[in-house]
């Protein structure tokens, strides 16, 4: 599977932003999809994950009650949709395809491009 990510940028603490990652190639080998990001010296972190049949989801708590992810199975793709967004969200966020829901990493099979999210104070 072949990931797309777009959407990152620039924005002030407490605006919005929306993620978009297209999946091509054999999406029938996915059954999920999920968002992870990673800031200079941390590790990649889970944010988010949707199943693509069920449309389960998974929030980190962090990110739970500002951040909504959605997919459109007609287009092959999912979106993050960031709300309230604070200085520590900064990040470039990937997102990933997996078998089956997860909130591990290792999970992912298929990893996109990333994109850059700042937030500015």
């Known amino acids: 599977v072949q990931l797309q990510a777009s959407g990152g940028g620039l924005v002030q603490a407490g605006g919005s932003l929306r993620l978009s990652c297209a999946a091509s190639?054999?999406?029938?080998?996915?059954?999920?999809m999920g968002w992870f990001r990673q800031a200079p010296g941390k590790e990649r972190e889970f944010v988010a994950a949707?199943?693509?049949?069920?449309?389960?989801?998974l929030y980190a708590s962090s990110v739970k009650g500002r951040f909504t992810i959605a997919k459109d199975n007609a287009k092959n793709t999912v979106y993050l949709q960031m709300n309230n967004l604070k200085p520590e969200d900064t990040a470039v966020y990937y997102c990933?395809?997996?078998?089956?829901?997860?909130?591990?990493?290792?999970?992912?099979?298929?990893w996109g491009q990333g994109t850059q999210v700042t937030v500015s104070s």
């Open positions: 990933a395809a997996a078998k089956f829901l997860a909130t591990t990493s290792h999970v992912y099979d298929d």
């Open positions: 949707i199943a693509w049949n069920a449309g389960s989801t």
């Open positions: 190639g054999r999406t029938s080998s996915s059954g999920a």
